[in-house]
Nanobody, 113 residues
Framework: QVQLVESGGGSVPAGGSLKLSCEAF????????MDWYRQASGKERELVSS???????TYSASVQGRFTISRDNPKRTLYLDMRGLKTEDTAVYYC???????WGQGTQVTVSS
């Protein structure tokens, strides 16, 4: 059974940093691309960053240069290192297996001014 468990969310002031983690269970993690999405209150869920099974990485324009996605295949874990956080980064962040309907439960990130 596929399970994605996120952690690392919290509340920080603008300009602060957080690192999210997503531990994966129940599938061959190294063989799959992984994504981070986020959903702010009252808005649609949006793609933040992706990393393929071959470590090809993409970022949305809104986080380029501030966020870093990475993966540790032996640990079956996906990461999102977020720096220079802005109030508009406030959202629930979700881990996702690319091209599937497998989602984590989400972790709240709140950035205060």
């Amino acid at each position: 059974q596929v399970q994605l468990v996120e952690s690392g969310g919290g509340s920080v002031p603008a300009g602060g940093s957080l690192k999210l983690s997503c531990e994966a269970f129940g599938f061959a993690f190294a063989n799959w691309g992984m994504d981070w999405y986020r959903q702010a209150s009252g808005k649609e869920r949006e793609l933040v960053s992706s990393i393929s099974s071959r470590d090809v990485i993409t970022y949305s324009a809104s986080v380029q240069g501030r966020f870093t996605i990475s993966r540790d295949n032996p640990k079956r874990t996906l990461y999102l290192d977020m720096r220079g956080l802005k109030t508009e980064d406030t959202a629930v962040y979700y881990c996702h297996v690319s091209g599937t309907n497998y989602w984590g439960q989400g972790t709240q990130v709140t950035v205060s001014s």
